[in-house]
């Protein structure tokens, strides 16, 4: 029987390889097997009717996180966005979210409501470059991306971690050289899907040092959500930089979304660096005072954090930092430190100025 490989499949059934090797592994191709590390298939044998991967969401135009991202509110979304202000609109003014990370709530807003203008910061300079690439140079990245799937994919398991190192060791080279471009942008979104629980963690000098992580198939080009969300950021003002540079561009027409590191919930809690730089209390303080600011300015403001009474109920720092806001706890799906004694459903804040 004639064999082809997956990645031959992939070219002559115009869909990726990742997905050749789900349905392989899914029993869908008859007569395909695993040979080492990769799967073969017969030359005869067919695309299934529904072998596309195109999910309903993508077809519509709907844009996701395409990075997995420390404190991602994927799982908060229904809760914060009973606290959008724009009750029956369709449209709104502006948008801000100037700690913005895998931005869950950024594609959630720009998904329901056309906005006129978006203001999106964070202070990592690599993530940053990606949304950057992503809005405008999305063509070289997914095909960078394309290349690298199909590369990484057909390699044993001591060649993928060969692969991984190599990839993570020019990254830093980049990242230490300051250069922002596609290439970077590829490796970021490469070493996000490949490696230990799309963790984002360097060490003191600055370099990225997560391990590799074990997915079997990893989903490193998601082509029709990469397009999706450079489609949906072809307007926005993408910043690297302090929260605080957001002041210019907040006035009483914007709705403001703050996610900012959560603070720690026991003082042993394992901080997990997004940056070289810490966000202790003082910075908590500093953010509550700004957004006193703003809320004088007349913008419509909601701000996200851990609830420190789920650790101590004496604890009461937000409720002061916040004593003119609306403080809501909502029950959150993570759990608390795996170390403390309050193991359980915990609570996080949405604070609010509405
Ligand atoms: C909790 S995460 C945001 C998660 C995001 N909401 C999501 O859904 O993925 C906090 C983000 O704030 C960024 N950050 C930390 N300090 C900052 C600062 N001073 N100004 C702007 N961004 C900062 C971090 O790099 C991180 O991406």
């Known amino acids: 029987m004639d064999l082809i490989s997956a990645k031959d499949a992939a070219t002559k059934w115009d869909i990726s390889q990742r997905r050749v090797i789900v349905l392989?592994?899914?029993?869908?191709?008859?007569?395909?097997?695993?040979?080492?590390?990769?799967?073969v298939l017969p030359k005869r044998a067919k695309k299934p009717v529904d072998a596309r991967t195109k999910t309903a969401k993508a077809k519509s135009g709907e844009?996701?996180?395409?990075?997995?991202?420390?404190?991602?509110?994927g799982q908060l979304l229904t809760e914060i966005g009973k606290h959008y202000p724009f009750a029956e609109k369709k449209h709104i003014k502006k948008y801000a979210e100037p700690f913005v990370g895998g931005g869950a709530v950024l594609f959630d807003v720009l998904n329901k409501y056309t906005v006129d203008e978006v203001y999106i910061s964070d202070i990592n300079a690599e993530l940053i470059n990606t949304y950057i690439t992503i809005r405008d140079n999305s063509d070289e990245l997914?095909?960078?991306l394309k290349a690298m799937e199909s590369d990484y994919l057909a390699k044993n398991a001591d060649a993928r971690k060969k692969a991984y190192l190599e990839a993570r060791a020019r990254f830093n080279a980049l990242k230490r050289d300051g250069i922002r471009d596609a290439e970077a942008a590829s490796l970021m979104i490469f070493l996000n899907r490949t490696c230990f629980n799309g963790l984002y963690r360097v060490n003191k000098a600055g370099d990225y040092n997560v391990p590799m992580g074990a997915y079997k198939n990893p989903q490193i080009c998601n082509e029709d959500n990469l397009l999706n969300v450079s489609k949906k950021l072809q307007n926005a003002n993408i910043v690297c930089g302090d929260y605080k540079d957001s002041a210019s561009f907040i006035d009483d027409k914007t709705f403001v979304y703050f996610d900012p590191p959560y603070r720690p919930l026991t003082k042993t809690a394992n901080f997990t660096s997004y940056t070289e730089q810490l966000f202790d209390d003082n910075k908590q303080l500093e953010l509550a005072n700004f957004v006193q600011d703003l809320d004088n300015k007349g913008a419509l403001i909601v701000i996200s954090n851990s609830d420190p009474k789920n650790a101590d109920e004496n604890d009461n720092f937000f409720d002061d930092a916040y004593s003119k806001q609306i403080i809501r706890r909502v029950a959150a799906n993570r759990m608390i430190n795996r170390?403390?004694?309050?193991?359980?459903?915990?609570?996080?804040?949405?604070?609010?100025?509405f």
């Not at 844009?63 to 509110?73: N, R």
């Open 63 to 73: 844009a996701k996180p395409f990075l997995k991202w420390a404190g991602g509110k």
């Open 339 to 353: 170390n403390s004694d309050a193991r359980g459903k915990i609570n996080e804040l949405l604070i609010a100025n």
């Open 142 to 144: 997914i095909s960078r």
């Open 24 to 39: 392989c592994s899914e029993g869908r191709i008859p007569g395909a097997q695993l040979v080492g590390n990769s799967w």
